[in-house]
């Protein structure tokens, strides 16, 4: 028997069922990363994470495809993607 585990999300703290033991019927299973979103999950200290913050980390990181880190002095950094 498959269970549905409660937990919070570190990014949003918004309340989601985790189903680790059968990831394929998890919520996350449905949302599919770019090789970037999948990088910087790789990196960071995020356990699960919910279905609007994996959706919402991929869309930020096809955003900045297209845009470079900004050199000093050259062009703004922009809050949301280069700081919080």
Known sequence: MQTA???I???CKNAFCCRADAIESCDCASVVLSDATRRFL??????CLCVNCLKDLNQRFEL?????????????????????
Do not use: M, V, W
């Open 5 to 7: 585990e409660q937990k």
């Open 42 to 47: 790789a990196a960071s200290n995020f356990d």
């Open 9 to 11: 999300c570190p990014r």
């Open 64 to 84: 900045l495809a297209d845009k470079q880190f900004p050199k000093r002095g050259k062009d703004p950094l922009i809050e949301g993607f280069h700081y919080y």
